[in-house]
C-alpha cells in the first residue's frame, strides 16, 4: 500500500461488486455515526449521559439509545438535526469521492471525533487573525459555492439514513458529519476543487 | 486511519478456515457488515472497543472470550474470540443469538475448547482473509 493511502489493492478488490460496497458503506456510515454521537456525549467538556442528551433533544432516553446503536437503520435527517442542535454543533452531510470518503470515514477513535461547540468569541478572534494575516487564523473555506439553507433541507427533514445511503449509492459514498473539533475540516484544503473553486463532490452544509 | 490490530481466524485440525467457511455461509449484509465492523475495530484501542456496542467480554461460563456484536439479515451476529496478544483479536467461532440464548447453544463451550487448541498451537490459526486498509 502506498504510504499514506487508506486503502489497498486488495481492500478495493474485496469491494468490487456494487452490491458489496452498498452495504460496506452503509455499515461503516452508521457505525461512524453511532461512535460520532457518543463521542461528543461523552466528551470531557460535556459528560452527558444519554439521559442528559434527551432532556435537551426533548427525547427519552431510550431513543439516544437507538440512536447510538450502529444496528439501527432508519434515523432521519430530522434527528441529525435535532441532535447536532443539542450539541450546538452543524450538521454536515456530503456525498464525496471515493477518496475523501476513504480517508474521512476511518476517523473513528473518540479523540478525533471531539467537537468544540460554538463560540463567538472563538470564531471572532479566528476572524480577526485571518485578517490580520495571522497563520493561526486560516480557515479554508467549505463548499463557498454549495451552501443549501436550513429551510431547504427542512423539505427533505423526514428523509432516513438508510434513504440517504441509498441515495448515494451506487457511484458515490455518503458521510454525514458534524465539523471537526478545530474548524478546520482535516485535509479539506487538499480534497480537489474544479474551475469555481469548489468542491468536486455534491456538498450540503448546514449552518 | 491508522490499522491498529490484525485478526486470527481459527483453523480445524484438516487446515480449514472455520471463521471464513462460517463467514462465507452468511447473507451478503452479513459478510460486508462484517467486514466493516473488523476494519473499524481495528482502528481503535482496545479501551473503545469495551463500549458494549461493537464489542463485548463475556463472563459466566463464557468467561475468557468476548463477542464481536452486530446485526445481519435479522440475525444478531456473534462471533467469539479473545485477545491473545497486544495488538491481535483470534476469532474462534461464529455463534449468533436469539432470544439471549446461544446457536448453538454450546457455541461458548466449542470457543474454549478452540481456544484451548489455538494457545497450544499457534498454527492453528489464519490471518484474516480480509483487508482491512
Known sequence: ?207 | MAVLWSFRCYLSPDGTDEIRKAHDSEERQTRKKFHSRLKILAALPFEEWHNGVLYRELHGECFGLGEIKFKGDNVQQRPLGFRSSEYEFTILFWAHERGNKWVPLKACQRALERKAEVIANKDRTNALWLALE
Open chain 1, 1 to 207: 500500500m502506498p504510504y499514506g493511502l487508506p486503502w489497498s489493492e486488495e481492500f478495493i478488490g474485496q469491494i468490487t461488486d456494487k452490491d458489496d460496497r452498498r452495504e460496506f458503506v452503509a455499515d461503516q456510515v452508521r457505525t461512524r455515526l453511532a461512535l460520532l454521537i457518543r463521542a461528543l456525549r461523552e466528551q470531557d467538556e460535556r459528560q452527558w449521559s444519554q439521559t442528559e442528551l434527551g432532556q435537551r433533544m426533548g427525547k427519552p432516553q431510550s431513543v439516544i439509545s437507538r440512536i447510538e446503536d450502529p444496528d439501527y437503520g432508519k434515523l432521519s435527517l430530522q434527528t441529525l438535526f435535532e441532535v447536532a442542535d443539542a450539541f450546538d454543533l452543524p450538521l454536515w452531510v456530503d456525498i464525496p469521492e471515493w477518496e475523501e470518503w476513504f480517508r474521512r470515514i476511518g476517523e473513528v477513535e473518540s479523540k478525533r471525533l471531539r467537537r468544540r461547540s460554538f463560540n463567538a468569541e472563538r470564531l471572532v478572534a479566528q476572524a480577526r487573525a485571518a485578517r490580520d494575516g495571522q497563520p493561526s487564523g486560516a480557515i479554508p473555506s467549505i463548499c463557498p459555492g454549495s451552501v443549501a439553507t436550513r429551510a431547504s433541507m427542512g423539505a427533505q427533514g423526514n428523509q432516513t439514513m438508510s434513504d440517504t445511503v441509498s441515495q448515494a449509492m451506487p457511484t458515490q459514498p455518503a458521510l454525514i458529519d458534524g465539523v471537526n473539533e478545530d474548524g478546520h475540516n482535516r485535509g479539506y484544503a487538499d480534497y480537489p476543487r474544479n474551475a469555481m473553486g469548489t468542491l468536486n463532490s455534491l456538498s450540503v452544509n448546514i449552518q
